[in-house]
């Protein structure tokens, strides 16, 4: 159990340090979230001011109201959440259709063990918390030790967003990506050269290199580039930018 535990905390030492991630500008809210099927984030997280008690009330009161709508009996739940903006991503071009959240209950162990430790670490001051930040999203293994399937049916980790690092400005940011491009990691010339599908990230994504290049060979056809894009989940220009 020990020995295990130390390779959970590797992995987390790891994502800390590591280049991996996503760098650009982030938007950090305290709200109330309904956890409601088929409603999105924007439509069902209710942010408010940190240490206002009535912007506080009328939040939740908008959650509960949109929890009642739907017949939903599990109470509102105070969450830290990453609004990363898709315009303001660097370093490689993302197929998202809008803005990615990530979004954690208080109460949780990804929270408590990962989310708020990476916050103290991260560099940013404490007292302006809330508010638009340039940082790197990065991403560790679920200390409860939740997992999910991913596309080729393996069993791996549910992950854990959480803030790595904060930059001072735009061109900081700027200057991380290429740092790390120069460094080899994540977020850098490989990254960048992707084009990286909604639901992965770039190391995920090149991982199935071989993979798929294997697949198609030489010179595919675009209903096989599409065949394969269904099958994995992904773009056309997603799959291309692996052949290249």
């Known amino acids: 159990m020990a020995e295990a535990m130390w390779d959970v905390l590797n992995e987390y030492e790891a994502a800390e340090t590591g280049g991996g991630g996503i760098i650009g500008k982030i938007l950090i809210e305290i709200g109330y979230k309904a956890f409601v099927a088929g409603v999105g984030n924007e439509e069902s997280f209710f942010p408010y001011k940190a240490g206002a008690e009535k912007s506080k009330t009328a939040a939740k009161k908008k959650c509960d109201s949109l929890l009642s709508e739907h017949g939903v009996t599990t109470r509102a739940q105070v969450c830290l959440q990453f609004r990363v903006y898709k315009k303001d991503v660097l370093g490689r071009e993302v197929t998202w259709q809008g803005d990615r959240f990530f979004c954690h209950p208080l109460w949780v162990p990804a929270y408590k063990e990962v989310v708020k430790p990476a916050l103290e670490k991260s560099g940013i001051d404490l007292n302006k918390i809330f ?56 977020g850098g010339d490989s990254s960048s050269s992707v084009v990286v599908p909604d639901g992965y990230t770039a190391e995920t994504w090149l991982g199935l290199k071989d993979e798929i290049v294997e697949t198609l060979g030489d010179d595919p056809s675009k209903e096989e580039l599409g065949k394969v894009a269904e099958d994995y989940g992904a773009t056309i220009p997603a799959v291309e930018s692996l052949l290249k």
Do not use: C, M
């Open 131 to 186: 508010g638009e930040v340039w940082g790197r999203i990065g991403f560790a293994p679920d200390p409860s030790g939740r997992t999910t399937e991913n596309l080729q049916g393996e069993t791996v980790p549910e992950t854990v967003e959480h803030l790595v690092e904060v930059y001072a400005d735009r061109a900081a940011a700027e200057a991380a990506v290429a740092e790390f491009g120069e460094s080899g990691e994540g």
